[in-house]
């Protein structure tokens, strides 16, 4: 029931791009993207609908497709600061929004 | 006003021992959602309050653990007779509805010995 991301880690050099992705075994109404830093709370970056619709946030967007109950969330020239764990949480028709297993992101200078 | 704030920030407590942990969430959000945390880990469901309706407990790991929550306001995770395995960050977030943002609060660091 847990979504599934993938990679489980990443490590990028400031100014390279990564694609982290999020699949669901369940059918979709939403798909929700966090970034927790070490030691913090984890801080929302986006919500994407049903409806194949792609959003975008500065140099971080997503897709998502929810035929095949994807979601894949695409970093763009890279940054420090875009460093920290990646969670995809899904809904399917209920309020309860189920978080992925992650993905470590780790940009070197 | 604020946004979602937990008490205690951090909790060390002996196996055995109760433990409560409290959520106040974000003025006029309806829905309050409890996470576990392990160490290094994921952010595991516990339990889910819509407004008015019964709680979803479903995540819920065993009959130790329950939460309440007074109308729309703040809420109580209990874990009874404290295990090691207890030991986590339990987060709280807070939210208007699905599918809205979830606002989570700075959480509650639970070392069990």
């Known amino acids: 029931q847990q979504p599934v991301q993938s990679p489980q880690a990443v490590i990028l050099r400031e100014g390279e791009d990564a694609v982290i992705n999020c699949s669901s075994s369940k059918a979709l109404y939403s798909v929700h993207w966090y970034r927790q830093k070490h030691g913090e709370a984890p801080v929302f970056l986006m919500i994407l609908l049903k409806g194949g619709e792609q959003k975008g946030h500065e140099k971080i967007s997503a897709s998502f497709n929810e035929k095949k109950q994807q979601s894949s969330l695409y970093l763009t020239a890279s940054q420090l600061s875009y460093s920290g764990t990646y969670f995809c949480?899904?809904?399917?028709?209920?309020?309860?929004?189920?978080f992925g297993t992650g993905t470590r992101l780790q940009v070197f200078p | 006003g604020a946004g979602v704030s937990q008490s205690p920030s951090n909790k060390v407590t002996e196996k055995g021992k109760d433990v409560e942990l409290r959520c106040d969430p974000i003025?006029?959000?309806?829905?309050l959602y409890w996470y576990r945390q392990r160490l290094g880990q994921g952010l595991e469901f516990l339990i889910y309050?819509?407004?008015?309706?019964?709680?979803?407990k479903s995540g819920l790991p065993s009959d130790r653990f329950s939460a309440e929550r007074t109308g729309e306001s703040v809420s109580t995770l209990t874990i009874q007779r404290t295990q090691q395995e207890d030991s986590a960050v339990y987060l709280c977030a807070s939210t208007q509805g699905a599918p809205r943002t979830q606002y989570f609060g700075p959480g509650t660091r639970l070392l069990v010995l």
């Open positions: 309050f819509q407004g008015n309706s019964a709680p979803d």
């Open positions: 003025s006029g959000h309806t829905a």
């Open positions: 949480g899904t809904a399917d028709n209920t309020d309860k929004l189920i």
